[in-house]
């Protein structure tokens, strides 16, 4: 009889090695693998079976966790540049919505802010349908085929006659955009064990914070140049950039899509028809999509941590693009900037933004290696330490007050970007801590809990801005920023009661998936 995969090299097969199925992050959720499909299995008898096909030990190089560093730093690097520009999108074109309102010939203010809106709504219902096709067809494909769907799309939205016609590809340019911001961290996730995960997540979550800010400072000059065109132009040449990179450079990282390939190639080399792969499921890859497709809106529904985690990011989101629609009136007609410097006044946002991921980034990661070299077993809860969160939580309605009434008052543009810079840097703490304690706390639904923070954040992003300017209109800019302040200060206590309570919380509500 012609020897298996597993037995060619004379030895049993080994435990599945499943991305951070280690000591720390085992618990109440554990009894099913729910983003691969796996049931609740006899190991034992698996590994006795020899048509089980594991990885070859411990220190597999086809696992993705025992890459080499360069080579999960290269996955993790062009990530990381992907999630940087399809969120440019969003915002980029901001400066010249005046422009493209006299060309379509519309007056509309709840129109002009739609413009930007829209994009967003796609990043809110394009995770729905990618986070579960990510656990059938693994990760690589999605961002190879997201990243040529984002290139056409944009050139649509370019060549664009109409204000309708501008609507729909802006849409279509979120949903395929929305590819890197949902499973991104799932990628990290496939890669990278717990204590080195929050420098790697520093890296790839500036894209979806750093875009929107950023962004509309290159477009205001570029769009006071050559017009609001070339604002897609550009996004299609960096896009179509990507496309031969993302092709030749990026690798599958999905452990059950890549222990499936090499089951396949094994059949081929042993005529062994029977063999499968350890981490295979007893569902269909079509019963897998359906289970998939409704498990981030059950993560959102049923999961209470998941809930109000998710919900304390997506006001704080929808709160800085509620700030991002006043700077084109603040900045240009109360302090007199022309329409290609409007665009700086973005930079305080990115640059707090940036502060916020170095500090933030090497902060919990330290704690995490600071309590393994101790012997201390990982708890998710400690991304989420009061150290890390009351900070952040209490420089949100800070830098809210500073920006609201300076600007109100007429102070110095610079104390009100001051006060932006402040808002930023807290927001990226509450994201970036809020982001990695659910990854800590649910491994195993990297991409579906992702897709469920991303839908009400983007959603919240999308929908807040459209009352916006009437809010302000009502409040003015010191009471309207003020009553923002107020919601900010009464989100605090959330990430405190589950750094407390949240390890029971996980036990007590544990939604089949």
Not at 49 to 78: A, F, H, R, S, Y
Not at 223 to 245: D, H, K, N, Q, S
Not at 365 to 391: C, F, W, Y
Request: aromatic letters at 10%.
């Amino acid at each position: 009889m012609e020897p298996t995969g597993v037995e060619r090299d004379g030895r049993r097969p080994s435990t599945a090695i499943i991305p951070d199925m280690d000591s720390s992050t085992v618990g109440p959720d554990s009894e099913q693998d729910v983003e691969t499909g796996l049931d609740n299995r006899d190991t034992n008898a698996d590994e006795k079976d020899p048509n089980v096909v594991d990885w070859d030990g411990p220190n597999d190089q086809e696992n993705p966790m025992n890459w080499t560093d360069k080579k999960k730093w290269l996955n993790i690097c062009i990530l990381s540049i992907m999630t940087i520009v399809t969120p440019l999108g969003s915002s980029m074109f901001a400066p010249g919505i005046p422009r493209i309102l006299v060309e379509f010939h519309e007056t509309s203010s709840t129109v002009a802010t739609f413009l930007v809106s829209v994009y967003i709504l796609g990043f809110a219902f394009g995770p729905l349908l990618i986070a579960p096709l990510s656990e059938v067809l693994g990760r690589r494909p999605l961002y190879v085929y997201g990243n040529i769907l984002f290139v056409i799309f944009s050139v649509g939205a370019a060549l664009a006659n109409s204000i309708g016609m501008l609507f729909a590809f802006r849409l279509l340019m979120g949903l395929a955009g929305s590819v890197p911001i949902t499973i991104g961290s799932g990628s990290i996730a496939d890669l990278m064990p717990v204590e080195k995960r929050g420098r790697a997540m520093s890296a790839w979550a500036l894209g979806p914070l750093l875009g929107p800010c950023v962004g509309p400072i290159a477009g205001g000059y570029l769009i006071e140049a050559v017009g609001w065109r070339w604002v897609y132009w550009l996004l299609c040449i960096m896009g179509g950039a990507l496309i031969p990179v993302s092709f030749f450079f990026l690798r599958e990282t999905f452990a059950p899509v890549l222990l499936e390939k090499k089951v396949r190639r094994l059949r081929k080399e042993t005529n062994n028809p029977s063999l499968r792969s350890k981490l295979a499921g007893r569902l269909s890859p079509k019963d897998q999509f359906k289970l998939a497709i409704i498990r981030p809106m059950k993560l959102l529904v049923l999961t209470p941590i998941v809930t109000l985690m998710a919900l304390y990011v997506a006001i704080t989101y929808g709160i800085l693009y509620l700030l991002i629609t006043t700077f084109s009136f603040v900045y240009t007609e109360q302090y007199g900037f022309s329409e290609g410097n409007s665009g700086l006044t973005y930079l305080p946002a990115g640059l707090g933004m940036m502060f916020g991921v170095i500090v933030f980034g090497q902060l919990t990661d330290k704690m995490v290696s600071r309590n393994q070299a101790k012997g201390i077993k990982h708890r998710p809860e400690v991304r989420i330490a009061p150290v890390l969160t009351l900070p952040s939580g209490i420089v949100l309605p800070i830098g809210l007050f500073i920006y609201g009434w300076t600007a109100n008052f007429g102070v110095h543009w610079i104390v009100p970007m001051i006060g932006v810079l402040i808002f930023s840097a807290g927001l990226m703490g509450v994201m970036f801590c809020v982001q990695n304690y659910l990854l800590d706390a649910y491994p195993r639904y990297a991409a579906s809990v992702t897709a469920a923070m991303t839908v009400l954040r983007s959603l919240l992003g999308a929908l807040l801005p459209l009352g916006g300017l009437e809010m302000y209109d009502a409040l003015g800019l010191g009471w309207g920023n003020s009553l923002l302040a107020f919601v900010a200060l009464a989100l605090i206590p959330i990430p405190l009661v589950f750094y407390k309570f949240g390890e029971r919380i996980r036990g007590k509500f544990n939604p089949k998936l």
